[in-house]
């Protein structure tokens, strides 16, 4: 199953992006997903997606996305420069316990939202 079709399929998947304003990450948007997608091609984990810029989420850019870890920042796939992954890290490292609330679906996107701290 493609990851379009994917994403369809999860209609209550939870997703939220978070821009510079909220995270103080400049020249990324953040995605992070409650939870996995089902099926063998999405079983990295808990990770945030960086799309870089600050233009629009699309699917194209999603599935083009570096992949970071939640847990420990380390890069699942894709590039991303030296000071940006640094920043991105400082940015996990500061909300690690409420990003993988989030991905285990204790608080919603709103609560998420609210418990975020910038960087």
Sequence with gaps: MSFLDQVEKVAIEAMSNLRSKSTGVDGAILWVSAGEFEGKECTHGPRVK?????????????????????????????????????????????????????????IDSVQMAHEIKKI
């Design 50 to 106: 960086v799309i870089l810029g600050q233009g629009r989420v699309t699917m194209e850019a999603l599935k083009k996305a570096p992949s970071i870890k939640i847990k420990d920042g380390s890069l699942l796939h894709g590039r991303v420069k030296g000071s940006l992954l640094k920043k991105i890290r400082m940015f996990l490292d500061l909300n690690r316990v409420v990003l993988l609330d989030y991905w285990d679906q204790k």
